[in-house]
């Protein structure tokens, strides 16, 4: 049996029509550029998210640069983040001229919130908690201690479109939320894609000017920015997406739950807590983990480390911002695995998966 890790072809006949057909009226229409969909899309995510206004953008990390600077993050300021992340998140923060300040993760692989204390300093602007795996943080103590000090919360909720924790949604909880809606996250687009959500109307109209190289009215530039604009295509493909999405997310979850009661006793799971967790991915923490990856290839399963490299040990960081003490992250960096989770695997592969992992430790 062959088991992937993804799979981002579209079989269901009667959705790929749809997307065949929104596409086909992109390109009748002729708005290629910021067309209608995208306004639809706009108000499609502002609503799931139950915020004031959504924003598309051209990836996660352009929504994470633009938001850290229509907050007036730069040179001077720091952000303090998790070491866990896919490079992007450190990359935002550092090309907005601000120095990241990694904190410690706990065992749910997210931020330690009790440890951000300690590393706010008079320079510290912004928190960007990362909701990993699609598990949203603890955004409750988060949110407090930023109200506390006066630090900003930018959500880097790429993996966690559709997650929430007290029925809030992922990237609702603090001053502006980011998403990825590129090819492999749950709520994808068949390319790359991104989301920025808001209450504020303010920072709303300054991330709109941002989006399109700070220009106001699209001509005179106010700020310097970058293009960032979603495609048109992209967004009317996600707005049929989206009406999908419940039934991906539960069978995620499904599939995470079987994992959960047949794996829990052999290795660690990403077991239910008070968050309703979206399994972007299913990630274990095990011991022995190249001779599992390897037992699991020769079986046909793929599997994923994300991501191997703590953030600040990339090439581009090691060394540069040195004030960190990351022991929980460095331990469990070399024990994450994610096994394969997708809305396509049926029932018998799934129990493959399980059923080989628990001969191997056997
Ligand atoms: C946690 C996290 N942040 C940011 C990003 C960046 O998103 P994008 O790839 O759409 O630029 C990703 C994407 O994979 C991500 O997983």
């Known amino acids: 049996m062959k088991v992937r890790y993804r799979d981002l072809s579209v079989d269901d006949p009667v959705m790929k029509q749809e997307l065949l ?61 998790t070491p866990l992340s896919w490079i992007a998140t450190v990359n935002a923060i550092v090309l907005t001229g601000a120095a990241p300040v990694f904190v410690d993760i706990d065992q749910d692989l997210n931020i330690n919130p009790d440890l951000i204390p300690a590393a706010i300093t008079p320079k510290t602007k912004a928190i960007v908690p990362v909701h990993f795996t699609g598990r ?107 009406k999908y999405l419940g039934k991906k997310i539960d069978r995620l979850r499904e599939i995470s739950k079987y994992y959960n009661e047949n794996l829990k006793d052999i290795v660690t799971c990403p077991l239910e807590d008070e968050s309703y967790h979206i399994y972007y991915s299913y990630t274990i923490l095990i011991e022995n983990r190249k001779k599992l990856i390897e037992y699991l290839q020769e079986k046909g399963i793929e599997t994923k480390i994300q991501h191997p490299i703590l953030m600040p040990y990339h090439t581009a960081f090691r060394g540069k911002y040195p004030r960190y003490d990351l022991p929980v992250a460095e331990k469990l960096v070399d024990r994450i695995l994610c096994i394969p989770n997708h809305d396509k695997l049926r029932d018998d592969e799934v129990e493959y998966v399980a059923t080989a992992i628990k001969e191997f430790y056997k």
Do not use: W
């Open 136 to 242: 949203v943080c603890k955004m409750d103590k988060i949110v407090r201690m930023a109200q506390k000090h006066k630090l900003f919360v930018v959500e880097d909720a790429a993996q966690a479109f559709g997650a929430k924790l007290n029925d809030t949604m992922a990237g609702s909880f603090g001053d502006i939320g980011c998403f990825s809606m590129n090819a492999m996250k749950v709520f994808c687009s068949y390319g790359e894609a991104g989301a920025i959500v808001t209450d504020n109307s303010e920072m709303h109209e300054k991330l709109v000017s941002l989006r399109y190289n700070g220009t106001i009215n699209k001509e005179d530039c106010h700020t310097p920015s970058i293009n960032a604009r979603i495609d048109t295509v992209q967004a009317a493909m996600m707005n049929i997406n989206l």
């Open 21 to 81: 057909e929104a596409v086909d009226k992109v390109l009748t229409h002729g708005k290629i550029i910021l067309g209608p969909e995208v306004e639809e899309f706009e108000g499609l995510v502002a609503d799931y998210c139950k915020k004031k206004h959504a924003l598309g953008v051209g990836c996660g990390t352009d929504a994470l640069y633009l938001a850290l600077k229509a907050l007036g993050v730069g040179a001077g300021d720091e952000v303090i983040t």
